[in-house]
């Protein structure tokens, strides 16, 4: 029993030992971009040595992949939530889109820079495409034209982009009249003030 608890013990501290150099990972993507992640830039940021880096990720591609996986869960649990929520998706998704040029603006920045990384490096691919698939299921909820969703998921991507390259707050309503008229939905009426 007490072996248990010894191994249960490593593991944890093993798991939390991956999350570090994952934060700091990202943490690097942001300051520096994609092309700043080395074993020994990350270590240095988790405050590690460059062989407990290689140690946990053996290559420059697991530990990308990994760091762009933690941040695609999240925004695959965020999309899951939306979708299973009663009430406007698309105001829900318009949130979450703003939130890149606020306080989600370093997650969506690596997000955007691995995604980005994914074109040049085929180990990426099937994780920088999360976004865009969870995106379609998103729209597949509320259409069934194709073409719609695939507008959907190009407007989602590129209000992104100009929320990073704007680095400014943005309008949730705007973005969710954007993405009502990328579905190809009438503009809601303005509200009733009599």
Known sequence: MGDSKRV???????????????EATLAVVTRDGAAGVT???????AGITTSLSTY????LD???????????????ARIREIIDAPGDKLAGLARLIAESGGP????????RELATLAARR???????????????????????????????????DGLCTALLLGNAPADPDRIH???RHALGLHPEPPPDHA
């Open 8 to 22: 249960d013990g490593r593991r944890a501290r093993g798991e939390r030992r991956r999350a570090e150099i994952i």
């Open 122 to 156: 085929p180990a990426l691919r099937p994780v920088a495409r999360r976004w865009r698939e969870n995106i379609a299921e998103l729209a597949a909820a509320l259409t069934t034209d194709p073409d719609a969703v695939a507008a959907l998921v190009a407007t989602s």
């Open 104 to 111: 989600g603006r370093d997650r969506a920045l690596a997000e």
């Open 39 to 45: 074993h020994r830039t990350v270590a240095k940021q």
């Open 62 to 76: 697991d530990l990308l992949v990994a760091a762009l996986t933690t941040v695609a869960d999240t925004y695959t």
């Open 177 to 179: 009249a954007v993405l």
């Open 56 to 59: 946990y990720f053996a290559t």
